[in-house]
Protein backbone atom coordinates (compact mmCIF):
# COMPACT_ATOMS: atom_id res chain seq x y z
CA UNK A 1 0.00 0.00 0.00
CA UNK A 2 3.05 2.08 1.00
CA UNK A 3 4.14 1.54 -2.35
CA UNK A 4 1.20 2.23 -4.30
CA UNK A 5 0.79 5.62 -2.72
CA UNK A 6 4.39 6.57 -3.82
CA UNK A 7 3.66 5.73 -7.31
CA UNK A 8 0.74 7.78 -7.49
CA UNK A 9 2.32 10.34 -5.64
CA UNK A 10 4.99 10.26 -8.23
CA UNK A 11 3.53 9.87 -11.47
CA UNK A 12 1.65 13.30 -10.25
CA UNK A 13 5.12 14.47 -9.86
CA UNK A 14 6.62 13.78 -12.96
CA UNK A 15 3.24 14.63 -15.41
CA UNK A 16 2.77 18.41 -13.35
CA UNK A 17 2.33 20.97 -15.58
CA UNK A 18 1.19 24.34 -16.15
CA UNK A 19 -1.74 25.68 -18.84
CA UNK A 20 -0.26 28.12 -20.93
CA UNK A 21 -3.26 31.36 -20.51
CA UNK A 22 -2.63 34.60 -22.93
CA UNK A 23 -4.04 36.96 -20.64
CA UNK A 24 -4.54 40.86 -20.96
CA UNK A 25 -6.38 43.64 -19.48
CA UNK A 26 -9.53 45.42 -19.98
CA UNK A 27 -9.54 49.24 -19.70
CA UNK A 28 -12.82 51.08 -18.56
CA UNK A 29 -13.96 54.54 -18.67
CA UNK A 30 -15.85 56.83 -18.78
CA UNK A 31 -14.10 60.14 -19.52
CA UNK A 32 -13.75 60.75 -15.56
CA UNK A 33 -12.64 57.79 -13.84
CA UNK A 34 -11.16 54.37 -15.25
CA UNK A 35 -10.57 50.99 -14.30
CA UNK A 36 -8.78 47.88 -15.00
CA UNK A 37 -10.42 44.43 -14.88
CA UNK A 38 -8.67 40.73 -16.17
CA UNK A 39 -9.58 39.44 -19.43
CA UNK A 40 -8.16 36.18 -21.46
CA UNK A 41 -7.69 36.12 -25.31
CA UNK A 42 -6.25 33.95 -28.19
CA UNK A 43 -3.19 35.69 -29.55
CA UNK A 44 -3.32 33.57 -32.78
CA UNK A 45 -7.07 35.10 -32.87
CA UNK A 46 -6.86 38.37 -31.59
CA UNK A 47 -3.71 40.22 -31.30
CA UNK A 48 -3.82 42.45 -28.54
CA UNK A 49 -1.79 46.18 -28.41
CA UNK A 50 0.76 45.98 -26.06
CA UNK A 51 0.59 49.69 -24.47
CA UNK A 52 -3.06 51.19 -23.22
CA UNK A 53 -2.10 54.10 -25.61
CA UNK A 54 -1.76 52.44 -28.85
CA UNK A 55 -5.20 50.49 -27.93
CA UNK A 56 -8.17 51.52 -29.71
CA UNK A 57 -11.22 52.52 -27.69
CA UNK A 58 -15.37 51.74 -28.41
CA UNK A 59 -18.06 52.13 -26.79
CA UNK A 60 -19.45 49.18 -25.34
CA UNK A 61 -22.86 48.24 -25.44
CA UNK A 62 -24.17 45.73 -22.61
CA UNK A 63 -26.13 42.52 -24.06
CA UNK A 64 -25.76 39.59 -21.20
CA UNK A 65 -29.22 38.95 -21.41
CA UNK A 66 -28.17 37.62 -24.96
CA UNK A 67 -25.86 34.08 -25.27
CA UNK A 68 -25.56 35.60 -29.30
CA UNK A 69 -25.80 32.11 -30.74
CA UNK A 70 -27.70 33.73 -33.22
CA UNK A 71 -28.91 37.40 -34.36
CA UNK A 72 -32.48 37.33 -33.38
CA UNK A 73 -34.10 40.43 -31.69
CA UNK A 74 -30.86 42.07 -32.13
CA UNK A 75 -31.11 45.51 -34.04
CA UNK A 76 -27.64 45.74 -35.82
CA UNK A 77 -27.91 49.85 -35.58
CA UNK A 78 -27.66 49.00 -31.60
CA UNK A 79 -24.10 47.33 -31.93
CA UNK A 80 -22.79 48.46 -35.48
CA UNK A 81 -19.00 49.94 -34.58
CA UNK A 82 -19.41 49.17 -30.95
CA UNK A 83 -17.75 46.95 -28.65
CA UNK A 84 -20.36 44.24 -27.48
CA UNK A 85 -20.78 42.01 -24.21
CA UNK A 86 -22.43 38.66 -24.21
CA UNK A 87 -22.90 35.91 -21.55
CA UNK A 88 -20.86 32.68 -22.34
CA UNK A 89 -22.32 29.65 -22.83
CA UNK A 90 -24.40 27.17 -25.18
CA UNK A 91 -22.72 27.36 -28.30
CA UNK A 92 -18.89 27.84 -29.38
CA UNK A 93 -16.77 31.18 -29.16
CA UNK A 94 -16.77 31.34 -32.91
CA UNK A 95 -20.28 31.32 -33.46
CA UNK A 96 -20.56 33.85 -31.50
CA UNK A 97 -18.02 36.06 -33.15
CA UNK A 98 -19.66 35.22 -36.59
CA UNK A 99 -23.28 36.41 -35.60
CA UNK A 100 -21.37 39.55 -33.70
CA UNK A 101 -19.41 40.26 -36.96
CA UNK A 102 -22.61 39.84 -39.11
CA UNK A 103 -23.92 42.45 -37.27
CA UNK A 104 -21.06 44.72 -37.12
CA UNK A 105 -19.73 44.80 -33.94
CA UNK A 106 -16.09 45.77 -33.50
CA UNK A 107 -15.24 43.93 -30.16
CA UNK A 108 -17.17 40.73 -28.75
CA UNK A 109 -16.40 39.54 -24.96
CA UNK A 110 -17.77 36.68 -23.50
CA UNK A 111 -19.03 37.59 -19.63
CA UNK A 112 -18.16 34.29 -17.65
CA UNK A 113 -19.43 32.86 -14.67
CA UNK A 114 -17.10 30.20 -14.88
CA UNK A 115 -13.37 29.52 -14.72
CA UNK A 116 -11.94 31.79 -17.53
CA UNK A 117 -9.91 29.69 -20.06
CA UNK A 118 -8.10 30.29 -23.41
CA UNK A 119 -10.73 31.01 -26.46
CA UNK A 120 -10.02 28.31 -29.11
CA UNK A 121 -11.35 27.36 -32.16
CA UNK A 122 -10.46 25.40 -35.52
CA UNK A 123 -8.55 26.75 -38.71
CA UNK A 124 -11.68 27.33 -40.70
CA UNK A 125 -13.16 29.07 -37.52
CA UNK A 126 -10.20 31.26 -36.92
CA UNK A 127 -9.83 32.15 -40.61
CA UNK A 128 -13.93 33.55 -40.82
CA UNK A 129 -13.69 35.81 -38.03
CA UNK A 130 -12.00 39.33 -37.99
CA UNK A 131 -13.15 40.85 -34.99
CA UNK A 132 -10.99 40.82 -31.32
CA UNK A 133 -12.31 38.24 -29.42
CA UNK A 134 -11.70 37.70 -25.48
CA UNK A 135 -13.09 36.82 -22.11
CA UNK A 136 -13.90 38.75 -18.80
CA UNK A 137 -15.62 37.71 -15.28
CA UNK A 138 -19.27 38.17 -15.10
CA UNK A 139 -18.70 40.20 -11.73
CA UNK A 140 -16.35 42.38 -13.34
CA UNK A 141 -18.83 43.39 -15.74
CA UNK A 142 -21.43 44.07 -12.64
CA UNK A 143 -18.68 45.82 -10.46
CA UNK A 144 -17.93 48.30 -13.62
CA UNK A 145 -21.88 49.28 -14.04
CA UNK A 146 -21.95 50.29 -10.64
CA UNK A 147 -18.86 52.36 -11.25
CA UNK A 148 -19.86 53.90 -14.63
CA UNK A 149 -23.50 52.95 -15.17
CA UNK A 150 -23.90 51.90 -19.05
CA UNK A 151 -21.57 54.73 -19.98
CA UNK A 152 -18.84 52.75 -20.72
CA UNK A 153 -15.42 53.22 -22.84
CA UNK A 154 -13.38 49.81 -22.98
CA UNK A 155 -9.82 49.36 -24.72
CA UNK A 156 -7.83 45.85 -25.06
CA UNK A 157 -4.10 45.78 -24.54
CA UNK A 158 -1.41 43.21 -23.48
CA UNK A 159 1.58 44.62 -21.79
CA UNK A 160 5.01 42.52 -22.80
CA UNK A 161 6.27 39.94 -19.70
CA UNK A 162 9.73 40.26 -19.17
CA UNK A 163 11.05 36.27 -20.30
CA UNK A 164 13.74 36.83 -17.84
CA UNK A 165 12.25 37.60 -13.99
CA UNK A 166 13.75 37.48 -10.63
CA UNK A 167 11.72 34.51 -9.45
CA UNK A 168 13.80 32.17 -11.58
CA UNK A 169 17.03 33.16 -9.27
CA UNK A 170 15.06 31.59 -6.53
CA UNK A 171 13.48 29.08 -8.15
CA UNK A 172 16.43 28.33 -9.04
CA UNK A 173 18.26 28.30 -5.64
CA UNK A 174 15.03 26.60 -4.57
CA UNK A 175 15.83 23.87 -6.34
CA UNK A 176 19.29 23.38 -6.28
CA UNK A 177 19.30 24.02 -2.05
CA UNK A 178 17.05 21.26 -1.79
CA UNK A 179 18.62 18.77 -3.81
CA UNK A 180 21.86 19.60 -2.02
CA UNK A 181 20.48 19.29 1.62
CA UNK A 182 18.96 15.93 0.21
CA UNK A 183 22.17 14.45 -0.27
CA UNK A 184 23.80 15.83 2.84
CA UNK A 185 20.57 14.06 4.81
CA UNK A 186 21.11 11.13 2.68
CA UNK A 187 25.37 10.95 3.81
CA UNK A 188 24.57 11.36 7.46
CA UNK A 189 22.04 8.89 7.38
CA UNK A 190 24.01 6.32 5.66
CA UNK A 191 26.78 7.11 8.43
CA UNK A 192 24.64 5.93 10.80
CA UNK A 193 23.07 3.09 8.80
CA UNK A 194 26.35 1.74 7.39
CA UNK A 195 27.15 0.92 11.02
CA UNK A 196 23.49 -0.33 11.96
CA UNK A 197 23.47 -3.13 8.77
CA UNK A 198 25.58 -5.28 7.82
CA UNK A 199 24.42 -5.58 4.47
CA UNK A 200 25.30 -8.46 1.85
CA UNK A 201 24.83 -7.22 -1.63
CA UNK A 202 24.58 -10.24 -3.40
CA UNK A 203 21.66 -11.37 -0.86
CA UNK A 204 19.92 -8.25 -1.28
CA UNK A 205 18.94 -8.07 2.60
CA UNK A 206 20.03 -6.64 5.30
CA UNK A 207 19.96 -7.56 9.55
CA UNK A 208 19.77 -5.57 12.35
CA UNK A 209 22.19 -6.61 14.92
CA UNK A 210 19.61 -7.50 17.94
CA UNK A 211 16.93 -7.62 15.44
CA UNK A 212 15.59 -8.09 11.85
CA UNK A 213 15.12 -5.34 9.43
CA UNK A 214 14.20 -4.68 6.05
CA UNK A 215 16.02 -1.37 5.45
CA UNK A 216 19.26 -0.89 3.26
CA UNK A 217 20.42 2.56 4.62
CA UNK A 218 17.24 3.56 6.05
CA UNK A 219 15.85 3.46 2.90
CA UNK A 220 11.65 2.37 3.35
CA UNK A 221 11.84 1.97 -0.74
CA UNK A 222 15.12 0.05 -1.79
CA UNK A 223 15.33 -0.31 -5.81
CA UNK A 224 17.80 -2.66 -6.58
CA UNK A 225 17.08 -4.57 -9.54
CA UNK A 226 15.92 -3.30 -13.37
CA UNK A 227 12.82 -5.39 -12.94
CA UNK A 228 11.86 -3.90 -10.24
CA UNK A 229 12.50 -0.37 -11.57
CA UNK A 230 10.58 -1.38 -15.11
CA UNK A 231 7.77 -2.23 -13.26
CA UNK A 232 7.85 1.24 -10.91
CA UNK A 233 8.08 2.96 -14.16
CA UNK A 234 5.58 1.11 -16.04
CA UNK A 235 2.69 1.16 -12.77
CA UNK A 236 3.29 5.25 -13.11
CA UNK A 237 2.73 4.93 -16.85
CA UNK A 238 -0.60 3.51 -15.64
CA UNK A 239 -1.41 5.92 -13.24
CA UNK A 240 -0.60 8.75 -16.41
CA UNK A 241 -3.50 7.47 -18.03
CA UNK A 242 -6.12 6.78 -15.60
CA UNK A 243 -5.00 10.83 -14.58
CA UNK A 244 -5.95 11.61 -18.52
CA UNK A 245 -9.59 9.83 -18.38
CA UNK A 246 -10.34 10.87 -14.60
CA UNK A 247 -8.62 14.00 -13.81
CA UNK A 248 -11.55 15.30 -11.52
CA UNK A 249 -11.83 12.51 -9.58
CA UNK A 250 -7.71 11.57 -9.08
CA UNK A 251 -6.58 15.13 -8.45
CA UNK A 252 -8.33 15.53 -5.43
CA UNK A 253 -7.11 11.83 -4.46
CA UNK A 254 -3.79 13.01 -5.03
CA UNK A 255 -4.14 16.77 -2.98
CA UNK A 256 -5.13 14.45 -0.52
CA UNK A 257 -2.49 12.17 -0.51
CA UNK A 258 -0.14 15.37 -1.16
CA UNK A 259 -1.25 16.74 2.22
CA UNK A 260 -0.48 13.60 4.37
CA UNK A 261 2.44 12.78 2.27
CA UNK A 262 3.99 16.42 2.79
CA UNK A 263 2.83 16.78 7.06
CA UNK A 264 4.71 13.50 7.74
CA UNK A 265 7.66 14.74 5.31
CA UNK A 266 7.91 18.09 7.19
CA UNK A 267 7.94 16.26 10.58
CA UNK A 268 11.01 14.00 9.25
CA UNK A 269 12.77 17.36 8.68
CA UNK A 270 11.96 19.47 11.37
CA UNK A 271 12.42 16.36 14.05
CA UNK A 272 15.97 16.61 12.05
CA UNK A 273 16.88 19.98 12.51
CA UNK A 274 15.97 19.63 16.36
CA UNK A 275 18.21 16.64 16.61
CA UNK A 276 21.10 18.55 14.88
CA UNK A 277 20.20 22.07 17.38
CA UNK A 278 20.15 19.59 20.66
CA UNK A 279 16.90 20.55 21.32
CA UNK A 280 15.81 17.95 23.91
CA UNK A 281 12.32 16.46 24.51
CA UNK A 282 10.43 15.59 27.51
CA UNK A 283 8.60 12.19 27.63
CA UNK A 284 5.97 10.72 29.35
CA UNK A 285 3.60 7.77 29.79
CA UNK A 286 -0.40 6.79 28.96
CA UNK A 287 -1.62 3.40 30.18
CA UNK A 288 1.92 1.74 29.10
CA UNK A 289 2.34 4.15 26.29
CA UNK A 290 5.24 6.00 25.87
CA UNK A 291 4.95 9.67 24.15
CA UNK A 292 7.36 12.23 23.55
CA UNK A 293 6.32 16.35 23.49
CA UNK A 294 8.86 17.38 20.96
CA UNK A 295 7.37 14.40 18.83
CA UNK A 296 3.40 15.80 19.76
CA UNK A 297 4.39 19.39 18.92
CA UNK A 298 5.71 18.70 15.85
CA UNK A 299 2.87 16.83 14.73
CA UNK A 300 -0.02 19.36 15.56
CA UNK A 301 2.26 22.19 13.64
CA UNK A 302 2.85 20.30 10.29
CA UNK A 303 -0.75 18.52 10.05
CA UNK A 304 -2.00 22.27 10.78
CA UNK A 305 -0.08 23.54 8.06
CA UNK A 306 -1.10 20.58 5.77
CA UNK A 307 -4.77 21.70 6.73
CA UNK A 308 -4.24 24.98 6.31
CA UNK A 309 -2.84 24.50 2.98
CA UNK A 310 -5.28 22.32 1.94
CA UNK A 311 -8.44 24.39 2.85
CA UNK A 312 -6.34 27.40 1.35
CA UNK A 313 -5.04 26.05 -1.81
CA UNK A 314 -6.47 28.45 -4.31
CA UNK A 315 -5.62 31.27 -2.67
CA UNK A 316 -2.36 32.69 -5.14
CA UNK A 317 -1.63 35.39 -2.99
CA UNK A 318 0.23 33.73 -0.28
CA UNK A 319 -0.19 30.21 -0.54
CA UNK A 320 2.31 29.28 -2.45
CA UNK A 321 4.48 29.89 0.57
CA UNK A 322 3.06 26.48 2.17
CA UNK A 323 2.95 24.73 -0.94
CA UNK A 324 7.00 25.16 -1.15
CA UNK A 325 7.54 24.57 2.28
CA UNK A 326 5.67 21.30 2.39
CA UNK A 327 7.29 20.51 -1.36
CA UNK A 328 10.89 21.26 0.16
CA UNK A 329 10.00 18.46 2.67
CA UNK A 330 8.51 16.49 0.24
CA UNK A 331 11.59 16.27 -2.22
CA UNK A 332 13.73 15.85 1.47
CA UNK A 333 12.19 13.14 2.64
CA UNK A 334 11.48 11.52 -0.70
CA UNK A 335 15.19 11.68 -1.51
CA UNK A 336 16.05 10.53 2.34
CA UNK A 337 13.79 7.24 1.93
CA UNK A 338 13.78 6.23 -1.60
CA UNK A 339 17.60 4.05 -1.74
CA UNK A 340 19.24 3.13 -5.19
CA UNK A 341 21.39 0.65 -5.04
CA UNK A 342 23.93 1.22 -7.75
CA UNK A 343 24.73 3.48 -10.65
CA UNK A 344 23.62 0.64 -13.17
CA UNK A 345 20.06 1.48 -10.96
CA UNK A 346 20.11 5.08 -11.65
CA UNK A 347 20.61 4.65 -15.37
CA UNK A 348 17.75 3.24 -16.03
CA UNK A 349 15.69 4.46 -13.69
CA UNK A 350 17.15 8.58 -14.88
CA UNK A 351 16.63 7.28 -18.56
CA UNK A 352 12.93 5.83 -17.98
CA UNK A 353 11.67 9.24 -16.04
CA UNK A 354 13.47 10.88 -19.31
CA UNK A 355 11.60 9.08 -21.57
CA UNK A 356 8.54 9.53 -19.79
CA UNK A 357 8.92 13.37 -19.31
CA UNK A 358 9.74 14.07 -22.70
CA UNK A 359 6.74 12.08 -24.18
CA UNK A 360 4.36 13.86 -21.92
CA UNK A 361 5.51 17.46 -22.75
CA UNK A 362 5.95 16.78 -26.69
CA UNK A 363 4.73 13.76 -27.60
CA UNK A 364 1.00 13.49 -26.06
CA UNK A 365 -0.05 16.89 -27.51
CA UNK A 366 -0.52 15.40 -30.88
CA UNK A 367 -2.76 12.84 -29.33
CA UNK A 368 -5.05 14.98 -27.41
CA UNK A 369 -6.92 18.23 -28.34
CA UNK A 370 -5.76 21.15 -27.23
CA UNK A 371 -8.55 22.94 -26.44
CA UNK A 372 -10.00 20.13 -24.57
CA UNK A 373 -6.95 19.63 -22.36
CA UNK A 374 -6.83 23.89 -21.46
CA UNK A 375 -10.72 23.50 -20.38
CA UNK A 376 -10.10 20.52 -18.11
CA UNK A 377 -7.05 21.71 -16.68
CA UNK A 378 -8.35 25.13 -16.14
CA UNK A 379 -12.21 23.79 -14.82
CA UNK A 380 -10.38 21.10 -11.96
CA UNK A 381 -7.92 22.10 -9.68
CA UNK A 382 -4.45 21.88 -10.37
CA UNK A 383 -1.78 19.11 -9.26
CA UNK A 384 -0.21 20.46 -6.23
CA UNK A 385 3.47 18.51 -6.91
CA UNK A 386 5.25 22.20 -8.10
CA UNK A 387 7.27 24.44 -6.93
CA UNK A 388 5.28 27.97 -7.47
CA UNK A 389 6.99 31.67 -7.12
CA UNK A 390 5.26 35.13 -8.18
CA UNK A 391 7.10 36.55 -11.30
CA UNK A 392 8.03 39.95 -9.78
CA UNK A 393 8.08 41.49 -13.34
CA UNK A 394 4.30 40.41 -13.62
CA UNK A 395 2.90 42.89 -11.53
CA UNK A 396 0.67 44.30 -14.42
CA UNK A 397 -1.28 41.03 -15.28
CA UNK A 398 -1.75 39.77 -11.53
CA UNK A 399 -5.50 41.16 -11.67
CA UNK A 400 -6.13 37.82 -13.64
CA UNK A 401 -4.68 35.84 -10.82
CA UNK A 402 -0.76 35.89 -10.02
CA UNK A 403 1.86 35.55 -12.64
CA UNK A 404 4.46 32.24 -11.11
CA UNK A 405 7.41 30.48 -12.25
CA UNK A 406 7.04 27.05 -11.26
CA UNK A 407 9.05 23.84 -11.02
CA UNK A 408 7.88 20.53 -10.74
CA UNK A 409 8.81 18.34 -7.64
CA UNK A 410 10.08 15.37 -10.22
CA UNK A 411 12.71 18.27 -11.38
CA UNK A 412 14.21 17.89 -8.02
CA UNK A 413 13.28 14.17 -6.92
CA UNK A 414 14.79 12.24 -9.81
CA UNK A 415 18.06 13.87 -10.44
CA UNK A 416 18.27 14.11 -6.46
CA UNK A 417 18.46 10.26 -6.45
CA UNK A 418 21.08 10.20 -8.62
CA UNK A 419 22.61 12.89 -6.19
CA UNK A 420 21.68 11.07 -3.17
CA UNK A 421 23.17 7.76 -4.57
CA UNK A 422 26.54 9.71 -4.89
CA UNK A 423 26.35 11.13 -1.57
CA UNK A 424 26.15 7.43 -0.08
CA UNK A 425 28.91 6.47 -2.22
CA UNK A 426 31.46 9.00 -0.94
CA UNK A 427 31.13 7.39 2.74
CA UNK A 428 30.81 3.82 1.32
CA UNK A 429 34.21 4.68 -0.35
CA UNK A 430 35.50 6.95 2.64
CA UNK A 431 35.92 9.91 0.64
CA UNK A 432 36.72 12.84 2.50
CA UNK A 433 36.35 15.26 0.12
CA UNK A 434 32.86 14.35 -1.21
CA UNK A 435 34.10 13.72 -4.64
CA UNK A 436 30.66 12.46 -6.01
CA UNK A 437 28.32 14.63 -3.95
CA UNK A 438 30.07 17.99 -4.75
CA UNK A 439 30.30 17.24 -9.14
CA UNK A 440 26.62 15.67 -9.13
CA UNK A 441 25.80 18.53 -7.42
CA UNK A 442 27.59 21.25 -9.65
CA UNK A 443 25.97 18.70 -12.36
CA UNK A 444 22.55 19.46 -11.29
CA UNK A 445 23.19 23.17 -11.18
CA UNK A 446 24.66 23.47 -14.68
CA UNK A 447 21.69 21.23 -15.87
CA UNK A 448 19.14 23.80 -14.39
CA UNK A 449 20.48 26.56 -15.50
CA UNK A 450 20.61 25.03 -18.96
CA UNK A 451 16.85 24.17 -18.76
CA UNK A 452 15.58 27.92 -18.05
CA UNK A 453 18.25 29.15 -20.25
CA UNK A 454 16.66 26.86 -23.35
CA UNK A 455 12.90 27.66 -21.75
CA UNK A 456 13.87 31.36 -21.77
CA UNK A 457 15.22 31.66 -25.60
CA UNK A 458 12.49 29.07 -26.58
CA UNK A 459 9.70 30.98 -25.28
CA UNK A 460 8.11 27.66 -24.21
CA UNK A 461 8.37 25.21 -21.05
CA UNK A 462 10.87 22.82 -21.12
CA UNK A 463 10.76 19.21 -19.91
CA UNK A 464 13.55 19.74 -17.55
CA UNK A 465 14.93 15.83 -17.27
CA UNK A 466 15.95 16.38 -20.63
CA UNK A 467 18.76 18.45 -19.43
CA UNK A 468 19.24 17.29 -16.05
CA UNK A 469 19.28 13.52 -16.24
CA UNK A 470 22.49 14.06 -18.83
CA UNK A 471 23.96 16.53 -17.22
CA UNK A 472 24.36 14.38 -13.91
CA UNK A 473 24.80 10.85 -15.44
CA UNK A 474 27.46 11.54 -17.46
CA UNK A 475 28.85 13.78 -14.85
CA UNK A 476 28.87 11.06 -12.23
CA UNK A 477 30.35 9.03 -14.70
CA UNK A 478 32.95 11.10 -15.88
CA UNK A 479 34.18 11.15 -12.12
CA UNK A 480 34.37 7.41 -11.63
CA UNK A 481 36.23 6.75 -15.01
CA UNK A 482 38.89 9.62 -13.98
CA UNK A 483 39.15 8.01 -10.47
CA UNK A 484 39.25 4.37 -12.04
CA UNK A 485 35.47 3.37 -9.75
CA UNK A 486 33.18 3.00 -12.24
CA UNK A 487 32.94 -1.29 -11.96
CA UNK A 488 32.28 -0.36 -7.65
CA UNK A 489 30.38 2.40 -8.82
CA UNK A 490 28.44 0.64 -11.49
CA UNK A 491 27.72 -2.40 -9.25
CA UNK A 492 27.42 -0.66 -5.44
CA UNK A 493 29.41 -2.07 -2.65
CA UNK A 494 29.38 -5.97 -1.35
CA UNK A 495 29.96 -5.25 2.12
CA UNK A 496 28.84 -3.08 4.29
CA UNK A 497 29.85 -1.94 7.61
CA UNK A 498 28.92 -3.63 10.94
CA UNK A 499 26.95 -1.66 13.52
CA UNK A 500 28.35 -1.09 16.86
CA UNK A 501 26.43 -2.33 19.46
CA UNK A 502 25.52 0.96 21.60
CA UNK A 503 25.60 2.99 18.52
CA UNK A 504 24.22 6.30 19.23
CA UNK A 505 20.39 6.66 18.66
CA UNK A 506 19.75 10.53 17.97
CA UNK A 507 20.44 12.62 14.95
CA UNK A 508 23.07 14.59 15.97
CA UNK A 509 25.41 11.56 16.16
CA UNK A 510 25.43 11.71 12.57
CA UNK A 511 26.95 15.03 11.88
CA UNK A 512 30.02 13.63 14.20
CA UNK A 513 32.90 13.42 12.58
CA UNK A 514 35.32 10.37 11.39
CA UNK A 515 37.57 10.62 14.69
CA UNK A 516 34.35 9.95 16.82
CA UNK A 517 32.65 7.17 14.51
CA UNK A 518 36.02 5.47 15.05
CA UNK A 519 35.40 5.68 18.67
CA UNK A 520 31.76 4.71 19.01
CA UNK A 521 32.71 2.00 16.43
CA UNK A 522 33.58 -1.62 17.55
CA UNK A 523 34.00 -3.47 14.42
CA UNK A 524 36.55 -3.69 11.23
CA UNK A 525 35.71 -1.15 8.66
CA UNK A 526 34.86 -2.49 4.98
CA UNK A 527 35.76 1.02 2.70
Not at 149 to 174: C, F, H, R, T, W
Not at 229 to 243: D, E, K, P, T
Not at 487 to 504: C, D, I, N
Request: proline share 4%.
Amino acid sequence: MDTAVRIVVFTAIVLASQVNCQEGILHISNGVTDKEYCLVYNQSWTPLSQTLDAALQYPLVNLTSTLLCDATGIQPEVVNGKALVVMRGVCDFSQKAVVAQSLGATLLLLASNTTLITPSANVSEYSSVHIPLALMRYRDLLDAQQVFGENMQVKLYAPPQSKIDPSIVVMLLIAVVTVTLGGCWCRAYSLCYNYRFVCKRDRLDCVLEGGGDSRAEGGDLFLYSPLKVIIFVGLMSVMLLLMYFFYNILVYVIIAIFCLASASALFSCLDAVMDVIGCGTVSFSIKNCKLSLRSLVLAAVCISIAVVWGVYRNEDSWIWILQDLLGIAFCLNFMKTISLSNFKICVILLSLLLVYDVFFVFITPFFTKREQSESRQALSPQLPVVMRVPRFSAWALNMCGMQFSILGFGDIIVPGLLVAYCSRFDVRINSRNKVYFISSCIAYLLGIIMTFAVMLLSGMGQPALLYLVPFTLITAAAVAGYRKEMRQFWTGTTYEVRAPKHFPKHFPALLLNRSQFYAHSTSKMYF
